[in-house]
């Protein structure tokens, strides 16, 4: 149904999903994608095809606690039963954990003001352990938190984000402004990094998380941050952090009378406990 008809209405879906058995979030030729699986539901519960928007295309083994997607379904759906449905037919990877009714002109992409991304790194032994190190990069040596802290402290505020990005965005250009950047301590396994910003270029959180580990690892020094984003002339970024640690938390919008839930990107076994800051004891 991708022309949609009068009695349509839109639905903006809020997704988990673990990314290791996956090409990313996009639609591509005989790939397994996250978009390919949950398009496919939809066709099946409605009988048409259904093209859903996301607010943003994560990567080959990147995760997602808090994506967003929105399209058009029949009226005899509501989103209680919608998601019912949904989650009944939907591989054990995927989940749906809101769905909520929105204006017609909602747009996932376009309407997010803002989206945070959080990365998880294990310093400790336990992080190679099969319930962690699918879930997180299993660095396996001790990292300066002090170190983490101030090279978080770097990002924040409208910088050139081109030296940390795999590719640019010709047409939107490669500035992005971060509004928040932290690590917090992740009990007895290692550290937890979060950001939000306006946008972000293609692989430049992992970029951003491999460079700090190496600053807080003493490879390099943190003036080093500073010059990438200052575009100085011999500097190279470290190399990027891997996808499996990596998780979209949450897509951020300006209104939230249609939110239905506040995504979680705490869902692991493991993550949580109280925030930290890794500069403190």
């Known amino acids: 149904m991708t022309g949609g008809s009068p009695d349509d209405w839109r639905v903006k879906l ?38 859903l928007i996301a607010a943003g295309r994560t990567d080959t083994g990147v995760h997602a606690t808090g994506q967003v997607a929105s399209g058009l379904v029949p009226a005899r759906w509501t989103p209680a039963g919608l998601r019912r449905a949904m989650n009944a037919l939907l591989p054990p990877d995927i989940w749906i954990s809101a769905a909520v009714a929105v204006p017609l002109e909602f747009h996932a992409r376009y309407d997010a003001t803002a989206r945070s991304y959080v990365y998880r790194l294990g310093t400790e032994d336990v992080a190679r352990s099969p319930f962690h190190r699918r879930w997180c990069w299993p660095v396996g040596r001790a990292l300066a938190p002090n170190s983490l802290a101030r090279a978080a402290a770097c990002w924040t505020g409208e910088h050139s984000f081109g030296a940390f990005a795999k590719a640019g965005q010709p047409e939107r250009g490669e500035r992005c402004t971060v509004y928040q950047a932290a690590w ?98």
């Open 14 to 51: 809020t997704l988990h999903y673990d990314g290791a058995g996956f090409h990313g979030w996009q639609v591509q030729p005989e790939q397994r994608t996250v978009q390919r699986e949950v398009e496919a539901v939809l066709e099946q519960l409605t009988g048409s095809a259904v093209r």
């Open 184 to 281: 917090r301590e992740w009990p007895g396994v290692g550290y937890v990094f979060r950001v939000t910003a306006n946008r972000f270029l293609h692989h430049m959180v992992r970029y951003m998380v491999g460079t700090m580990v190496d600053v807080a690892a003493g490879v390099r020094p943190i003036d080093d941050i500073a010059g990438l984003l200052g575009g100085a002339a011999g500097l190279r970024t470290s190399v990027p952090a891997p996808p499996r640690g990596l998780f979209l938390s949450r897509v951020h919008y300006e209104t939230n009378e249609w939110d239905g839930e506040e995504p979680d990107d705490e869902v692991l076994p493991g993550y949580g406990g109280p925030d930290r800051d890794p500069g403190r004891g």
